[in-house]
């Protein structure tokens, strides 16, 4: 079973941070779940323009097949202006739907207000309905005060929530795996 951590931005540290502690909370009490950090940070993705995946760079045919071959996903995002950025939205242009139906995601997203955890229910969670996505019910926001100065998270509420959600999608993720014959059967 694998859990694919996408840090969804090019700029910024405390999105994978984010992405990581989650991740590092699934794997120390499940040792038996591959994890995996696709920072986009570390890649040279090129624009989504609907050509063929197998004509984009070899970055980009990377992130497909990370994407791909994952049971499950932690999407981790910063709030731009109000929006996820491009680079994230580029990664759900580029891979098919068809790779996220029936999927456990769950989100952790961080920001510089209060308000902007908002863009977990006004814009991921359809974007996961779309793919037809089982979306995990919590979700980590953190604001930049949740961060110190060397972007460790101190708050401990937002810790509590990130072991939370790192129980809760793995929870989902063996409840499908269990029962997914018995979901998807044709009748």
């Known amino acids: 079973m694998k859990l694919l951590g996408i840090s969804g931005t090019l700029l910024g540290a405390k999105t994978a941070i984010l992405v990581d502690a989650v991740l590092n909370g699934v794997k120390n009490n499940n040792p038996d779940v591959e994890v995996e950090l696709l920072d986009l940070r570390g890649y040279d ?7 063929d995946p197998s ?3 070899e970055d980009t045919r990377k992130i497909i097949e990370a994407v791909s071959q994952a049971d499950f996903y932690l999407i ?3 709030i731009f202006n109000g929006s996820i950025p491009a680079p994230l939205k580029n990664v759900f242009d580029i891979v098919p739907p068809s790779v996220f139906r029936n999927k456990v995601m769950g989100f952790v997203a961080n920001g510089g207000t209060y308000q902007h955890y908002l863009v977990v229910e006004n814009q991921l969670k359809p974007i996961a309905g779309y793919f ?3 979306v995990a019910p919590s979700y980590v926001y953190a604001h930049n005060d949740h961060f ?3 972007n460790e998270i101190v708050d401990t509420e937002v810790l509590d929530r990130i072991h939370h959600l790192a129980q809760e999608m793995v ?4 409840a499908l795996k269990n029962h997914s ?3 998807f059967k044709i009748h």
Request: charged residues 25%.
């Open 45 to 51: 993705l090129q624009f989504c323009d609907g050509r």
């Open 132 to 134: 037809r996505a089982f």
């Open 171 to 174: 929870y989902m993720q063996n």
């Open 148 to 150: 110190n100065r060397e």
């Open 55 to 57: 004509t984009y760079n």
């Open 76 to 78: 981790g995002t910063p």
């Open 181 to 183: 014959h018995d979901l």
